[in-house]
């Protein structure tokens, strides 16, 4: 049975990083609950796939209903070898449009005794489901002492509740809600 090594970033962090090794034989819905389950993420909302070729021309979309292309059941990793779709988006909140990038890496040797799929690598924590900003705490910040700089998904240059030149800063304190 042919492995397949995939890499995964999140576009908005430079230290988010997972490496699986999938069956080729594995469906994008088995592979959905299962790294759905890894990030725990919830699995009651809607996802969709799209696949893009070495030239970055979207080949294929995928999803619980079928978009045109297939859908998540009926499309295994052996499909997307076969249709040279290198780079596939997991888009897991569609009203913001947050993703994981998926890269698939190559073929590697089957390791005998081994249940797939395997987690390889990882590093940095799993991103929010519907969390505003990604942060990440393996790193030192200069500026902020430990931690790291919260990152907006979306690419607004401004925030309606900061002045210009003011940071947001992150006392890592909760929040000073008293039960009555």
């Not at 699995?43 to 045109?68: E, H, P, R, S």
């Not at 519907?130 to 607004?156: C, M, Q, S, T």
Request: charged share 35%; net charge negative; aromatic share 12%.
């Amino acid at each position: 049975m042919k492995i397949y090594k995939i890499k995964a970033t999140v576009p908005v962090s430079r230290v988010f990083m997972r490496e699986w090794a999938v069956r080729a034989d594995m469906n994008l819905f088995r592979f959905n609950r299962f790294i759905l389950g890894e990030l725990c993420f919830s699995t009651d909302q809607m996802v969709i796939y799209k696949a893009y070729d070495a030239n970055g021309k979207c080949t294929g979309q995928y999803g619980l209903f079928d978009l045109g292309d297939g859908t998540l059941d009926k499309i295994t990793f052996a499909d997307v070898v076969s249709r040279e779709q290198v780079h596939i988006e997991l888009i897991y909140d569609l009203r913001s449009k947050r993703m994981i990038n998926l890269y698939l890496e190559g073929e590697i040797e089957e390791e005998p005794r081994r249940s797939y799929p395997l987690l390889l690598a990882e590093k940095g924590h799993n991103p929010g489901q519907f969390a505003d900003k990604y942060e990440d705490y393996l790193y030192e910040n200069p500026v902020r002492g430990a931690g790291a700089p919260a990152i907006d998904y979306d690419d607004d240059e401004d925030d309606e509740d900061e002045e210009e030149g003011e940071e947001e800063i992150y006392d890592g304190g909760l929040e000073d809600d008293t039960l009555d």
